[in-house]
């Protein structure tokens, strides 16, 4: 797999990288956002999580739309 991202023109290889870091910080803040409804429910302990939880969603929504810096793929 190493030789067919190699392959890849550098403009690819960070349009690339850029989605899947997108697509990683979706899910992480998706996830974060499930958790906060499960503690609200009740259906796990509540020590202040849902409040933390989308706080940490919405920071992981923001940064992830700052593109990643040319020439660091």
Known sequence: M?????????TMQLTLARQALRRAADTIAGQ???LAGEMESG????RGGP???R???A???????????A???
Do not use: F, Q
Not at 43 to 46: G, I, Q, R
């Open 32 to 34: 974060a956002e499930i």
């Open 51 to 53: 409040d933390a939880l």
């Open 2 to 10: 190493a030789s067919d991202w190699n392959s890849l023109s550098e």
């Open 55 to 57: 706080l940490l969603a």
């Open 59 to 69: 920071v992981v929504r923001a940064t992830s739309e700052h593109d990643i810096p």
């Open 43 to 46: 259906a796990l302990a509540d």
């Open 71 to 73: 020439g660091h793929a």
